[in-house]
């Protein structure tokens, strides 16, 4: 069964990358969050999805040049706040899969993410994706075991499906990632066909309509995210 990837917590109905977005997420039974992480300027990690504060928080400026002390005292709405990976952790725990998207960029914010992600027992529950594939590539380095997924963009003008699907795999291979994150305008039998025979799982990326979400079960993807979580469960039955 293809499995639900609440994009963000459940996002449509509440702020994205919030402790009440993941609650609700793991209470309407989604079989994971997807969720971005930050390194303070402090050494201190955080979830929010933009690299710049004030989206949707009330705070400014980038988050790698603040403390954790100003974070924390910034407001989503009326009494979100912006949570630290542990605090995640906690609420969370080993119940769901994580998709845990990489937005730092440094040797030390990898090393704090591999030391608390072992420290609490999680290495089995998390995928980790980032827009820089060298943090997935020093990820692997550091962490051979670690399951990671690389990001794949809507195929060019001049590129078949062929030689699209034939890429994604062999740089998946080579890079050591385990599942190929894509939208779902380059997904077809032959392209889940061909990944499976290179035991790459396929997620689909943004199922937001029923369209888009009957494609995705129709297809038999191994999984994907989404921000209307109720709607993804009522359509997967």
């Not at 609700?24 to 039974?29: I, N, V």
């Not at 030391?115 to 995928?127: A, F, H, M, Y």
């Not at 980790?128 to 794949?152: D, H, M, Q, V, W």
Request: charged letters at 25%; hydrophobic letters at 40%.
């Amino acid at each position: 069964m293809t499995k639900l990837i609440a994009h963000r917590g459940y996002s449509e109905k509440y702020p994205e990358n919030t402790l009440t977005a993941f609650r609700a997420a793991k209470d309407l039974k989604a079989d994971g969050i997807e969720l971005d992480v930050h390194l303070t300027k402090d050494g201190k990690l955080v979830v929010h999805h933009d690299y710049y504060l004030g989206n949707p928080d009330n705070g400014e400026g980038l988050i790698f040049k603040k403390d954790l002390a100003y974070i924390q005292v910034l407001k989503i709405g009326e009494d979100e706040e912006i949570p630290t990976l542990e605090e995640v952790f906690d609420l969370i725990g080993d119940s769901l899969h994580y998709e845990l998207e990489l937005k730092g960029f440094t040797e030390a914010f990898l090393l704090k993410v591999v030391t608390l992600v072992k420290s609490r027992g999680l290495v089995s529950n998390i995928e980790f994706t980032s827009p820089n594939a060298y943090n997935l590539s020093r990820l692997k380095e550091l962490e051979p075991t670690f399951t990671t997924g690389i990001f794949l963009s809507p195929y060019p003008g001049w590129m078949d499906a062929e030689l699209g699907r034939t890429l994604a795999a062999n740089n998946a291979r080579l890079g050591g990632a385990s599942v190929l994150h894509c939208p779902l305008e380059i997904l077809d039998e032959e392209f889940i066909t061909a990944a499976h025979a290179q035991n790459l799982k396929v997620h689909a990326a943004d199922c937001n309509t029923e369209e888009e979400l009957r494609k995705a079960f129709d297809l038999k993807v191994d999984q994907l995210s989404t921000n209307r979580l109720e709607l993804a469960l009522q359509t997967r039955g």
